[in-house]
């Protein structure tokens, strides 16, 4: 996705007013708004409209917004932003196990909410992985850096953006260990701190992809990391 282009975002919230706001706010920079005001409108408007970002409460009618978020990602890996009045770190914890790639608590201002778009959709569009350092495939699973893309053999693998930096370290420490912290840091680069309990759901997501594809295994070294083995044949 080339850098500027305006989006097609997604913003789901039961509250008129607050969809109103963000429609605005985000207007400004020339995306287009794509609204749902509960769960079962959103996930259909998803897979319908095929959205470039989602801006996801988690209070609403229907299904709830962790609901919602584990529906949109197994339909796609459009990035997803938590926009919530919930500031637990419980609720923040529980989100981006689920598959949210970032947190943001209301209230909010233009530039935070801007910042945080941007600095998402800068993960999804990097194309300066090559520059990295180590390799770019595993036996039959290889990366396209260019194309922020995966594949196991012929296998093109539906990737949110945050497994595809967990895939991207692991394959490029070829089958050696990757360190919990350092894993941690490569899936989430915004955080100063990340949470070693995101790594978990995120990876067993990974490996159920890998597996359906014939991809390498993920291990886990209990207490110290992961890394890549190929399957025996």
Known sequence: MPPGRPLRILVVDDDPAMVGAITALVGTEGHQVITAYDGLTAVRRFRDEHPDLVLLDLAMPGPNGFNVAGQIRAAGSAPIIVVSGESSEGAKVKALGIGADDYLVKPF???????????????????????????TAFGELALDPARHEARAGTTLLDLTPTEYRLL??????????????????????????????????????????????????????????????????
Request: net charge positive.
């Open 109 to 135: 201002g233009r530039a935070e909410l801007l910042a945080r778009i941007a600095a998402v959709m800068r993960r999804v569009d990097r194309s300066d992985a090559a520059d990295l350092g180590g390799p």
């Open 168 to 233: 991207e370290s692991l394959i490029r420490a070829n089958g050696d260990l990757v360190a919990h912290l350092r894993l941690a840091r490569a899936g989430w680069p915004a955080e100063q701190d990340p949470d070693l309990l995101w790594l978990k759901p995120h990876l067993a997501r990974l490996r159920a992809k890998l597996d359906d594809a014939g991809g390498p295994a993920i291990v886990a070294v209990r207490g110290v990391g992961y890394r890549l083995e190929s399957r025996r044949r």
